[in-house]
């Protein structure tokens, strides 16, 4: 016999615990089922101001400020011995001038407490075998960790399975990204870092000497931990041989200014890396059901966009299912689809002038305009659905006229 729930949630990271607490603050029945057990590892680390909106708006923003994570004020651009800092407070959007830099394990973990602190059901260690979307509603099957099999009859499903992408595999949703395949190497560090002028309160992005494709993260995290990461396309990271930390520490080595910053790290954790990483979908949404973050499309990691989408997109979502489950005629492609799309356009546009080197010459220029740069630190902190922003309404343009001034 079939359980019945109004919501069910797949994935219990930032989107599925944002939502699910969102959900019950509006008083709907939700359950979440998240294949994993918490805390796990994942990368996303560096949040953007923009995704502590949501944080507040779920009621958790006051465990987040408690919970002892590595202030975050801005970020910080490095290439060639040049050094870009960008600062949050000097934003042209109005809001916060801090975030925080989080390992993903305590961050999503304690997201997934405050979400059952406030009544939502989550289910661990279960995994999701079928999904049955139909217009009278939705039919799940799911398996336990003791290997029993459930059935779930719902209202509605989000899927918030992140790069697990449950509902775009099984409905055959995914369609190519138009971005070029791409590899990440990353791990965490004791970094020991004591060089003069290193400003943890920033995520430190450095642009390989030559290879100006080829990008390295450096997150610190509060009691001397960092996380480290570099991607390039594929080929490009082949032509390091050995281990996946033999090869990190060779890439890594390129860079004299980390070289410098990292002589004293403990390598303490193992390498991972993640290969064709971005990914996009032919609909967000369907009967009964709609995508959250990841599980629809993934741009890259430069701009530390994932957990702002994932966020928004959970608040835009739940914004309109609550409508929906009160009985109003509702129209997900305008009212959740559309607009969500235009604030992932606008990093996808940031995205590909990083790789393809205007944003590079924007970034790196020395006598930029004020307003202009408070239009573009916006969209670093991640505002990128403020259509108040001449960046953001008509991001292309702009990127491409103030490349070539910048250029020239």
Sequence with gaps: MS????????????SGAIASALLRRRQHDVLVLERQRFPRFS???????????????????????AAGFQCKDGAAFARGGRYAPIEFSERLTPGRTTT????????DKLLADEAERQGVEIRYQTEIVSVDCAAAGAHLVARGADGAV????????LDASGF????????????PSDFPPRQALFTHVADHITADGFDRNKILVTVHPQH??????????????????????PQFLDGFSGTPEERMKRVFGEDPD????????????????????????????????ALLGNAAEFLDPVFSSGVTIAMRSASMAVEVLDRQLRGSTVDWERDFAR??????????????????????????????????RRMICSILAGYAWDLSNPFVAEPQRRLGVLAQLCAS
């Design 43 to 65: 990368i996303g680390e560096s949040l953007l101001v923009h995704c502590l909106d949501f944080v507040e708006e779920a009621g958790m923003l006051e465990a987040v400020d």
């Design 164 to 175: 697990g992408r449950t509902l775009p595999r099984l409905f055959g949703l995914e369609t």
């Design 339 to 372: 607009p969500l799309r235009r604030g992932v356009d606008c990093f996808r546009a940031y995205v590909e002038a990083w790789y393809d080197g205007r944003f590079q010459d924007i970034v790196f220029f020395e006598h930029q305009p004020t307003e202009i």
């Design 258 to 289: 980390l070289v410098r910053l990292l002589a004293q790290a403990e390598w303490d954790t193992p390498v991972r890396e993640m290969r064709g990483y971005a990914a996009n979908v032919r609909s967000m949404h369907g009967p009964r059901f």
């Design 100 to 107: 925080f830099e989080v390992p993903r394990a305590k961050f």
């Design 212 to 233: 100006r494709d080829v990008w390295y993260w450096l997150i610190p995290f509060a009691e001397g931990r960092a996380s480290l990461g570099v991607v390039a396309r």
């Design 3 to 14: 359980e019945r729930r109004q919501v069910v949630i797949i994935g219990a990271g930032p």
């Design 150 to 157: 459930s059935e779930i009859d719902a209202d509605f499903v």
